[in-house]
């Protein structure tokens, strides 16, 4: 099996395996071929993943951050050199096409790392005078904390997690999706011979059973889950049970408004990357395209163009722009969804159709007079399907942008910035691009605002999730 690891889990600083779990297979989408086998973590390998953590924070917590710092930075440096080889295990664990991975997934997880390196000495309290007296705050770590992952962006996922959570004093368990558990064994990898101390950041296999079995053990004080509402909010109510803190990184049905005086090219462009980019499996896609009516005809002629020229394929050849979708499950799911898009009445534009041959390829798929009441506009798909509506004033739009559960993202497209800054204010959502779709550099921060989650992944907002303020009166 070409992607077999070393062992299933990578516990206390080693790869560790028990095969009394049960296995789960990984396929690789573009094939359907079995690429490796692993094994779920037993209640006993969660138990000493979470003893190890335990163990290893105390001492981790004492070091000087400056040199916690060091070893992350040192580890984005491996991974900035590996790159190539990452990118392919990324392709193989996932079927995003290496055209992608090589740019959008370990670099991604290296920036993390090199950032919250870099802050992790950065980080402290402040004095309060009162008189006489005086108190001082200290930022502590929280301890224990789990990451528990959704399959689209295995690398990125664990590297946004695990690099604040260790630069400010933590240790992690994390759990990858039991679609793609390969990409975060080689993160644990590399920690470890970047010079992390064993034991702070532990790869733990398994399905939902595991991430619940590790969000209620007592030693855990923070959860941080990235996937969708349903999971979210299980997993919120078993946090909640033990008072833990929570980061909600869920899902999205995001609107992207495009108005009259937009660059067309470009805003078209922003529709295409916020819907197909990944087989359209990001969590912060605008999948809700809100087209302005004077242009509306002349949008979906280049957009239909455009998308038909989208080479698909073996995402292993890097001229290969769109792959499958990660598992027939998914494949399924979405194909069930565009069946649905059409007998609601909305008008298939191009694609919705599976490609022959054993992988999970969908074609890129445009659906256009969709209207707010279709479950096409209403439910998140994950997967290449871009609805297009279309609508007369700012305020009619903002109001239908708003009219869902989610909140994660929103973008806007025209050449007029008060309008743009007006509009934005008024979205609600918490990661919006004016002219860009989907850009999320790890200096900005990133979570969604409703049902879309809770907290924020990266920039300085990240301390506030991964650290606790004592405060003490002198
Ligand atoms: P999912 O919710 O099915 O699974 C996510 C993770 O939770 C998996 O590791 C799964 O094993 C685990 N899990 C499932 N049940 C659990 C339980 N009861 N307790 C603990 N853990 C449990 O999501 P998915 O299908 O893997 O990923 C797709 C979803 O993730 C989409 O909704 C997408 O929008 C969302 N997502 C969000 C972001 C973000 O940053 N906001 C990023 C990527 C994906």
Same mark, same amino acid.
């Given at each position: 099996m070409r992607a077999q690891p070393k062992a299933?889990?990578?516990?206390?600083?080693?790869? $560790?395996?028990?095969?009394?779990?049960? !296995?789960?297979?990984? $396929? %690789?989408?573009?094939?359907?071929?079995?690429?490796?086998?692993?094994?779920?973590?037993? #209640?006993?390998? @969660?138990?000493?993943?979470?003893?190890?953590?335990?163990?290893?924070?105390?001492?981790?917590?004492?070091?000087? #951050? !400056?040199?916690?710092? /060091?070893? +992350?930075?040192?580890?984005?440096?491996?991974?900035?050199?590996?790159?190539?080889?990452?990118?392919?295990?990324?392709?193989?664990d996932t079927g995003k096409p290496l055209q992608e991975t090589l740019v959008a997934d370990a670099t991604s997880g290296a920036d993390a790392l090199e950032y919250f390196g870099g802050m992790a000495a950065t980080v402290t309290g402040e004095t309060i005078p009162l008189g006489r007296d005086l108190v001082y705050t200290i930022r502590e770590p929280l301890g224990v904390c789990v990451g528990i992952g959704a399959w689209n962006y295995p690398t990125q996922i664990a590297c946004w997690k695990a690099a604040p959570a260790l630069a400010f004093g933590n240790a992690m368990v994390f759990k990858p999706s039991e679609v793609t558990p390969l990409c975060a064994l080689k993160v644990a990898e590399i920690l470890h011979e970047a010079g992390l101390p064993a034991g702070l950041f532990n790869v733990v296999q398994g399905r939902g059973a595991v991430g619940g079995a590790l969000v209620s053990d007592a030693r855990v004080a923070k959860v941080s889950l990235t996937g969708s509402v349903p999971t979210?909010?299980?997993? %919120?109510?078993?946090?909640?049970?033990? !008072? /833990?803190? $929570?980061?909600?990184? +869920?899902?999205?049905?995001? #609107? +992207? @408004?495009?108005?009259?005086?937009?660059?067309?090219?470009?805003a078209i462009g922003g529709a295409m990357l916020g819907n197909f980019y990944s087989a359209g499996q990001v969590c912060s896609n605008g999948t809700r395209v809100f087209v302005q009516r004077g242009i509306k005809e002349r949008f979906l002629k280049r957009l239909k163009a455009r998308t038909e020229a989208i080479t698909l394929g073996e995402p292993m050849d890097e001229a290969t722009q769109m792959g499958p979708l990660v598992s027939a499950a998914q494949m399924e799911k979405v194909l069930s969804l565009i069946d649905t898009g059409k007998a609601e009445g909305a008008r +298939?534009?191009?694609?919705?159709?599976?490609?022959?041959?054993?992988?999970? %390829?969908?074609?890129?798929?445009?659906?256009?007079?969709?209207?707010?009441?279709?479950?096409?506009?209403?439910?998140?798909?994950?997967? #290449?399907?871009?609805?297009?509506?279309?609508?007369?004033?700012?305020?009619?739009?903002?109001?239908?942008?708003?009219?869902?559960?989610f909140g994660l993202s929103a973008g806007v497209f025209t050449r007029d910035l008060t309008r743009a800054h007006r509009v934005i204010g008024q979205l609600q959502a918490g990661t919006c691009w004016i002219n860009a779709y989907n850009l999320s550099p790890v200096e900005a921060p990133f979570g969604g605002s409703k049902m879309s989650g809770v907290g924020r992944e990266n920039s300085r907002a990240a301390v506030e999730h991964y650290t606790q303020i004592k405060s003490v009166y002198l």
């Open positions: 299933s889990h990578f516990i206390d600083g080693a790869y $560790v395996e028990d095969t009394g779990g049960a !296995v789960m297979d990984v $396929v %690789y989408a573009a094939t359907g071929e079995v690429i490796a086998r692993v094994h779920e973590a037993t #209640p006993a390998l @969660i138990d000493r993943a979470l003893a190890s953590a335990a163990r290893a924070q105390r001492d981790w917590a004492r070091l000087m #951050p !400056v040199e916690r710092g /060091r070893i +992350l930075q040192r580890a984005a440096a491996i991974i900035r050199a590996r790159n190539r080889e990452l990118s392919e295990l990324e392709t193989l979210g909010r299980k997993v %919120y109510a078993a946090a909640a049970d033990g !008072v /833990r803190h $929570v980061t909600m990184e +869920l899902g999205g049905k995001s #609107p +992207l @408004i495009i108005f009259e005086d937009a660059d067309l090219e470009d +298939l534009v191009t694609g919705g159709l599976r490609l022959n041959g054993p992988g999970f %390829y969908i074609q890129p798929t445009v659906f256009a007079d969709v209207t707010d009441t279709m479950t096409i506009a209403r439910e998140e798909i994950f997967g #290449p399907v871009m609805a297009v509506l279309e609508f007369d004033s700012e305020d009619e739009v903002i109001a239908r942008a708003n009219d869902t559960e």
